[in-house]
């Protein structure tokens, strides 16, 4: 499996942009499709925001998100990245990223990704 670790995240107005990192280690990385999730609040479940194909050639997006987020991934570093531009408050949430090796269509639910990050909070304040 491989282990991960999400960086980035921080306390932005609305408007603004954060760049979120996730070092992978311990496996083949370009094995994997990776996704981003969120979680807005404890307790609730964690909620789809982007993935990415394995050669990063195809991306799909939740609603919330679509052409405000963009997902990208640098095999040769073992990094996927996601760049939150216009931020809401309603962004507000612990973001994770995910790997899953099953073959496409990209996958949107959580229970579909084996391996995880620990998260980072981002907090978008009015």
């Known amino acids: 499996q491989v282990q991960l670790v999400e960086s980035g995240g921080g306390l932005v107005q609305a408007g603004g942009s954060l760049r979120l990192s996730c070092a992978a280690s311990?496996?083949?990385?370009?094995?994997?499709?990776m996704g981003w999730f969120r979680r807005q609040a404890p307790g609730k479940e964690r909620e789809f925001v982007a993935?990415?194909?394995?050669?990063?050639?195809?991306?799909d997006y939740s609603p919330p998100v679509k052409g405000r987020f963009t997902i990208s991934r640098d095999n040769a570093k073992n990094t996927v990245s996601l760049q939150m531009n216009s931020l809401k408050p309603e962004d507000t949430a612990v973001y994770y990223c995910?790997?899953?090796?099953?073959?496409?269509?990209?996958?949107?639910?959580?229970?579909?990704?084996?391996?995880w990050g620990q998260g980072t909070q981002v907090t978008v304040s009015s």
């Open positions: 995910a790997a899953n090796s099953y073959t496409l269509p990209l996958r949107v639910r959580p229970s579909e990704y084996g391996s």
């Open positions: 993935a990415i194909t394995r050669s990063g050639g195809s991306t």
């Open positions: 311990g496996g083949i990385f370009s094995w994997y499709n």
